[in-house]
């Protein structure tokens, strides 16, 4: 067995365990990233596009904003349509000056893998077996094999940034942990493309026939979204579908000019809320979405894990500065908080623009008023300024609390 030691050890390199190292890093609090697949797997997948301003400055404060900067858009507004009616929310205005930023997460992991190698930071890809041990205690540690080799990692403590499938939560014993869930009946159909935009904001659309997003990730890519059964495969929908029925949800002086080309990634997403409560045991932290998911929505999956990673960061700048390490038990209740706010918006904005009649057919007069009672509730919001700026304070992100 190969033993080292860190300060921090993380699980997960996706954004929420790069951008913790990196912060953490810049403090001189030694990490090492653990990673079950490699670099490339990672930046393969292709997932959120809409940075709060709260997760753009914790870029700034790691020191990798120089291509976010020069490359994201910011966003001073997003519509919303209801067949063919749009209504523009002016963020900007509503919020008293808030904007949010376009900018792949695909871009800012490659942003943040680049920044840890070129500051000689350990990240092992390709770690298998991952398990973490006696975190409860005062001496935790993760041990993993690489390359047929078995290492042991000491650390004082772990950050489990390992995604909703990861083995962080799971280590939390069952009878100390509680989780949340709503599993929705109905999935997102994902299209890329090299292709301009059809609008400069986005366009989160909610038709008869169910809900279309209209992304962006430049001005020479687009991000397309339709709402689709959760027994649709990939493989039913071959571009010229995909283009053809997003034409007929999208409102119609926007389809009229919609520029189609191939796909060059095409992928189906289950909706999903969850929470675990609470996130830290002993010496253990949940980060992002090892701790709770919330539907894509709101836009909101990424920049909890942000919020996540501040609140973290503050209080392992406080154990290691200070000598404090009683605080460490405020990360739980601080961080949910603002997931629960979080998750109650993607439910929300969830509820108002799917269409759920498939599944609430079967509920009879009761599912149909549902219908009713969602869409007049979309409607009484976007043709009224209180209700606007309700959505408007909530897309741009609330603030992060700080450590008493
Ligand atoms: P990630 O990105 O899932 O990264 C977790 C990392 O941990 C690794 N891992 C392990 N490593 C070692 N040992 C193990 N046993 C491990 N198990 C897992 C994984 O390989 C991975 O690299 O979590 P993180 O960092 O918390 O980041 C969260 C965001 O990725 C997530 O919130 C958003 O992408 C959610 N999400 C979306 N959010 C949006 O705001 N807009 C979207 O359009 C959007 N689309 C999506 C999404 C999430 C998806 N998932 C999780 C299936 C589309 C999809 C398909
Ligand atoms: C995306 O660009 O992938 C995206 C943007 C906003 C969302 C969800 C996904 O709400």
Same mark, same amino acid.
């Given at each position: 067995? #190969?033993?080292? /030691?860190?300060q921090?050890?993380? *699980?997960g390199a996706?954004?929420?365990?790069l ?5 953490l890093?810049?403090?001189?609090i ?6 079950r697949v490699? @670099?490339?797997?990672?930046?393969? /997948?292709?997932?959120a596009g *809409?940075l ?12 990798v904003?120089?291509?976010m900067?020069? &490359? @994201?858009h910011v ?7 209801? #067949?063919?009616?749009?209504?523009r929310i ?10 949010v ?12 893998m680049?920044a840890?190698q070129a500051a000689g ?6 770690a298998?077996?991952?398990t973490l ?5 005062e ?5 993993y094999?690489?390359?047929g080799? &078995?290492?042991?990692l ?13 083995v962080?939560r799971k280590?939390?014993p ?6 949340f869930e709503? %599993?929705y009946?109905?999935?997102?159909l ?8 059809? #609008?400069?904001e ?6 008869d ?5 209209a992304?962006q /990730?430049?001005e020479?890519r687009?991000r397309y979204?339709?709402q689709?059964p959760l027994t ?7 571009d010229?579908?995909?283009w053809?029925?997003l034409?007929?949800r999208?409102p &119609?002086n ?6 189609t080309?191939?796909? *060059?990634?095409?992928?189906?997403a289950?909706?999903?809320?969850f929470?675990?409560?609470p996130?830290q045991?002993?010496?253990l932290?949940?980060v992002?979405?090892?701790a709770?998911? %919330?539907?894509?929505t709101g836009?909101?999956?990424l920049?909890l ?7 973290l960061y503050? *209080?392992m700048k ?5 000598k404090?390490?009683d605080c ?9 908080? /603002?997931?629960w706010n979080g998750?109650?918006?993607s439910?929300?904005m ?7 009649d ?6 009879? %007069? ?15 919001y976007?043709?009224s300024?209180?209700?606007?700026r %309700?959505?408007? &304070?909530?897309y741009?992100?609330l603030?992060y609390?700080?450590?008493?």
């Amino acid at each position: 067995m #190969n033993t080292t /030691r860190t300060q921090v050890a993380i *699980i997960g390199a996706g954004p929420s365990g790069l951008l913790l190292g990196q912060l953490l890093a810049k403090q001189g609090i030694d990490n090492v990233i653990l990673e079950r697949v490699t @670099g490339d797997y990672i930046l393969g /997948r292709i997932r959120a596009g *809409i940075l709060e301003q709260g997760f753009v400055d914790l870029v700034h404060e790691a020191g990798v904003g120089e291509r976010m900067d020069r &490359e @994201g858009h910011v966003h001073e507004g997003v519509e919303l349509s209801i #067949n063919d009616a749009r209504y523009r929310i002016d963020l900007k205005k509503l919020t008293g000056g808030d904007t949010v930023m376009c900018y792949g997460q695909t871009e800012i992991t490659a942003d943040m893998m680049e920044a840890r190698q070129a500051a000689g930071l350990t990240t092992v890809y390709e770690a298998s077996d991952v398990t973490l041990h006696d975190v409860d205690s005062e001496a935790p540690y993760v041990t993993y094999s690489k390359d047929g080799v &078995e290492h042991r990692l000491d650390c004082e403590y772990i950050a489990g940034c390992d995604g909703f499938h990861g083995v962080s939560r799971k280590t939390i014993p069952e009878d100390k942990r509680t989780e949340f869930e709503r %599993v929705y009946p109905f999935g997102w159909l994902g299209l890329l493309s090299d292709t301009p935009p059809c #609008n400069e904001e986005l366009i989160y659309a909610k038709t008869d026939r169910g809900f279309a997003l209209a992304s962006q /990730r430049s001005e020479t890519r687009s991000r397309y979204y339709l709402q689709v059964p959760l027994t649709d495969k990939v493989e039913d929908w071959s571009d010229e579908r995909f283009w053809d029925e997003l034409k007929k949800r999208l409102p &119609e002086n926007v389809s009229r000019d919609l520029v189609t080309g191939p796909s *060059i990634e095409k992928s189906i997403a289950p909706l999903r809320s969850f929470v675990c409560e609470p996130m830290q045991y002993g010496k253990l932290f949940l980060v992002g979405d090892a701790a709770h998911i %919330v539907p894509p929505t709101g836009a909101k999956g990424l920049n909890l894990a942000a919020s996540d990673v501040a609140t973290l960061y503050k *209080i392992m700048k406080r154990v290691y500065k200070e000598k404090d390490t009683d605080c460490i038990h405020q990360y739980s209740e601080i961080c949910l908080r /603002r997931v629960w706010n979080g998750e109650r918006f993607s439910w929300w904005m969830s509820n108002m623009l799917h269409n759920y009649d498939a599944e609430l057919q079967a509920n009879g %007069v009761e599912g149909q008023t549902f219908s009713r009672f969602m869409e007049s509730e979309l409607k009484y919001y976007l043709n009224s300024e209180a209700g606007q700026r %309700v959505i408007a &304070e909530q897309y741009v992100g609330l603030p992060y609390e700080d450590l008493r």
